[in-house]
């Protein structure tokens, strides 16, 4: 087994009823476990499913974290992050894939650019659609975003596998390569976020205290994507987002745009949202499914209390 003080870098991954999809993400990063440069912790939150047996069982050379409740993405990193000793930590979904070459890429670029703290691969979601990097959410993009521009986040572009790599202020946390000294300065993700907007507030207070951000399309990743939500059967809109993303959403804008612009811009999306959404009814168009009246408006997350 690899001494995890002596790897290049610890994959920290945090599972939620994961066992249809950890097997996979589990055996592409084994190779490099195998050669001494990576070593691996999974932090369970109390799935149902078995995947903290299968995984005790299946993959023995993992240092499995079983959590005595259900952390949420950002504070089960946390935990996790308590048992890294190496320079860099991989924040890596559980319904993702990264080969051991593609991990090099990313070990190698972080290595050659001292300014980066944050890189991320490219992402293939599902069968062919690549993640976008540059989403850094601001109120002025919500606002276009709810009438319609097309051109809501200006910086936001695809990685496309291959690509020269480039400066962007916000990645997929899904996947992102971490300075571990970096992650310390930055007291891991703020743990008031359950899920939802950690890696953005993560990113922007990463540039804040000069750190650099990277897309390094020369690695490439595969994610399933919203794993975890399709277990329970309920759209996304139904579940994770609706009790989760707005929570997350608000308190995000409070803590670095401020009380007046973060209600501001909450009232103003929402009211665009409603028109939208009876003009659709007015014109006979079908409109989308309203759930605006299930989403926590102006709330935030619930404390974290005595959570990590």
């Not at 976008?132 to 276009?144: F, K, W, Y």
């Not at 200006?154 to 997929?172: A, D, E, L, N």
Request: proline content about 6%.
């Amino acid at each position: 087994m690899t001494n995890i003080a002596e790897a290049k870098v610890t994959a920290v991954i945090v599972t939620y009823n994961s066992r249809g999809h950890i097997h996979s993400a589990l055996e592409a990063l084994r190779e490099a476990h195998e050669a001494g440069e990576l070593a691996c912790v999974v932090v369970d939150n109390v799935s149902s499913d078995g995947t903290a047996d299968f995984i005790a069982a299946a993959h023995p050379w993992v240092e499995l974290v079983r959590s005595e409740r259900n952390l949420g993405f950002g504070r089960g990193c946390n935990l996790g992050f308590q048992r890294v000793r190496t320079p860099y930590v991989l924040i890596h979904n559980p319904d993702a894939v990264l080969d051991h070459q593609a991990l090099r890429t990313l070990l190698e670029f972080m290595a050659s650019c001292p300014a980066a703290g944050i890189v991320a691969p490219a992402i293939i979601e599902g069968e062919s659609s690549l993640q976008e990097a540059g989403m850094m959410t601001t109120p002025g993009s919500l606002v276009r975003s709810a009438l319609g521009i097309g051109n809501a986040l200006p910086q936001k572009r695809p990685i496309v596998p291959g690509s020269t790599p480039f400066r962007t202020p916000w990645v997929c946390g899904a996947m992102m390569l971490i300075d571990a000294d970096l992650f310390r300065r930055l007291q891991g993700f703020d743990p008031r976020f359950f899920l939802y907007f950690e890696e953005t507030d993560l990113c922007r207070r990463a540039t804040k205290v000069g750190s650099e951000i990277w897309a390094v399309g020369r690695a490439v990743a595969h994610h399933l994507g919203g794993a975890c939500a399709k277990s329970t059967g309920q759209g996304l809109e139904a579940t994770c987002i609706a009790e989760h993303f707005y929570r997350s959403r608000f308190y995000y804008l409070v803590k670095h745009f401020g009380w007046l612009p973060a209600v501001g811009t909450e009232t103003l999306v929402r009211l665009l949202r409603e028109i939208r959404h009876w003009r659709h009814r007015l014109t006979g168009r079908q409109p989308r499914p309203e759930t605006a009246g299930k989403r926590p408006f102006l709330r935030f997350p619930a404390p974290p209390g005595d959570l990590p």
